[in-house]
Antibody, heavy 121, light 107 residues
């Protein structure tokens, strides 16, 4: 079955960077994109960006431009999200989610379990 | 960015009730509107995509409709397992955005 398994919880200091991985299985990685979505404690969902599993094209949320980089490793069917210059308001659960098609148009149909990132001095 | 406004922000309903949640887009998004349900401590689950297409495995009591920039999620007969927070999300723009969520409690 299709699965997305994320790396474990992280605790970082302000100004540091975090890299979260999302290992996929059960489908052809290059036929779908991967989204990253985060959720601050008690808050709603915030889309961070999308990366194509086919050609590494990316779209990033404007508020994160310059701080976020999304990459893939097709040899291991894994997507990565790197967030730099961390602030306390980056504290959140970070999810990866497969696009239900090769583009971002038709929703996110399979989600990872979430990775808690805590930014604290 | 395209803003998505959901209403109500919360509701409480009884098992068997018909429940309606609305999502309004700040501009035309064609039919590129998706609905999710998130239960506490869990990842969201896709219910409906392209405004009215039921995701595989989702019960038929869920339905979606649209009128211009207004989109509606309807649960025809609320079940105990339907509690949680519902989110709409537009995918018309290449900068995706979610609505603020509607929390549904079972009376």
């Amino acid at each position: 079955q299709v699965q997305l398994v994320q790396s474990g919880a992280e605790v970082k200091k302000p100004g540091a960077s975090v890299k979260v991985s999302c290992k996929t299985s059960g489908y052809t990685f290059t036929s779908y994109g991967v989204n990253w979505v985060r959720q601050a404690p008690g808050q709603g969902l915030e889309w961070m960006g999308w990366i194509s599993g086919y050609n590494d094209n990316t779209n990033y949320a404007q508020k994160l431009q310059g701080r976020v980089t999304m990459t893939t490793d097709t040899s291991t069917s894994t997507a990565y999200m790197d967030l730099r210059s961390l602030r306390s308001d980056d504290t959140a659960v970070y999810y990866c989610a497969r696009s239900s098609s090769s583009s971002w148009l038709y929703g996110m149909d399979v989600w990872g379990q979430g990775t808690t990132v805590t930014v604290s001095s | 960015d395209i803003q998505m406004t959901q209403s109500p922000s919360s509701l409480s309903a009884s098992v068997g009730d018909r429940v309606t949640i609305t999502c309004r887009a700040s501009q035309s998004i064609s039919s590129y509107l998706n609905w999710y349900l998130q239960k506490p401590g869990k990842a969201p689950k896709l219910l409906i995509y392209a405004a009215s297409t039921l995701q595989s495995g989702v019960p038929s009591r869920f339905s979606g409709s649209e009128s211009g920039t207004d989109f509606t999620l309807t649960i025809s007969s609320l079940q105990p397992e339907d509690f949680g927070t519902y989110y709409c999300q537009q995918s018309y723009s290449n900068y995706l955005t979610f609505g603020g969520g509607t929390k549904v409690d079972i009376k």
